[in-house]
């Protein structure tokens, strides 16, 4: 077996959850994307993964000297499985692809030379979306709701595919939360970024992993990590409601003072009562979910738990 390469220019890390077929096609069209010109090691994270998917890494691994396996311990989510790659990642460029070759290996070159002249973050945008219409739509109205919330302008056709400098990994890693959203807080540090577009191919193994429950679950994640606008909504809504209920009082008192006076109903005073408690759970709710939020940072666990690692990095390697 040739020996490894000790220090690698460049790392592929994709994360593996469902797709144990085409990951054999992956590590080859990756190989041959770079031939002999780049020093490389693929770090192949499995997620959690319900097939033989970890079974399969450790084949390439005993086959490829390139191929480096991460068995987390259980499923932690994409964006979990992207940074334990990257903080085992050891290249000057790191690419973040995902595994199911909708990211073709082919458009690597491109986008890392356009990292080396320069720029920290070359994003791939995916230029022609091979995806359903409903997975389109939802991804579509997901970025729109982010980029409300946060005030960052997201493109839909950007996702995690792209190369990234080891500025911006180092960045990455160095912050702690709990609830990570890769695009997002690679968008955060501000650095300067492209986007290239590349072609998209259709998905050939599995299928996609985000369910409408998961999808809401992270979008809901997402929110309460990056954006303070719910608690601003609540502060303008608990205004609006002051205002309305002010506007009532006098109105009530315009009426005492022309003496037109009548008979309160009681339809209307339960309607109003039940309003406004809705109007104060709802309000309580949003603030406890921020607690919630604060409070499981706070226990600064880790945010995934490397169970095996393949390949391994020698004694005195770069």
């Keep these: 077996m040739p020996e490894p390469f000790r220090q690698p220019t460049l790392s592929i890390v994709s994360p593996v959850y469902g797709c144990a077929g085409c990951l054999e096609e992956l590590v080859e069209r990756s190989k041959r994307a770079f031939a002999a010109s780049e020093h490389l090691e693929i770090l192949l994270v499995d997620d ?79 230029s022609a979306r091979r995806d359903g219409i409903g997975k389109r739509l939802s991804s579509w109205c997901f970025y729109r709701v982010l980029a409300w919330l946060t005030g960052v302008p997201q493109d839909h056709r950007v996702a995690n595919f792209g190369v990234y400098s080891r500025r911006v990994v180092e960045l990455l890693l160095s912050m702690p939360e709990s609830d990570r959203c890769f695009p997002l807080m690679v968008r955060w540090t501000g650095l300067p970024s492209e986007s290239v577009p590349v072609a998209h191919a259709a998905r050939g193994h599995g299928r996609s992993a985000y369910s409408l429950r998961k999808a809401a679950r992270l979008a809901l994640g997402v929110a309460l990590s990056h ?81 095996r690692e393949l390949n391994p990095p020698q004694p005195g390697d770069a």
């Design 227 to 307: 954006s303070d606008k719910p608690l601003r909504l609540v502060v303008k809504a608990g205004m609006a409601v002051s205002l309305f209920a002010f506007g009532v009082v006098l109105a009530a008192v315009y009426f005492w003072a022309s003496g037109r006076t009548g008979v309160a109903g009681y339809t209307s005073i339960i309607a109003s009562i039940w309003l406004l408690c809705g109007i104060l759970m709802f309000c309580v709710g949003v603030v406890g979910m921020y607690v919630g939020q604060v409070f499981k940072d706070g226990k600064r666990r880790p945010a995934f738990v490397v169970e």
């Design 48 to 126: 959690g993964s319900p097939d033989d998917a970890w079974q399969r890494i450790d084949e390439l691994a005993r086959l490829h000297p390139e191929v480096r396996g991460l068995r987390l311990s259980r499923n932690f989510g994409q964006h979990a499985a992207i940074y334990a790659g990257l903080e085992h990642a050891r290249g000057a460029h790191v690419v973040v692809m995902d595994c199911d070759l909708q990211d073709q290996p082919e458009e690597i070159p491109a986008l890392l030379a356009r990292a080396r002249a320069g720029t920290d973050v070359i994003h791939a945008q995916r």
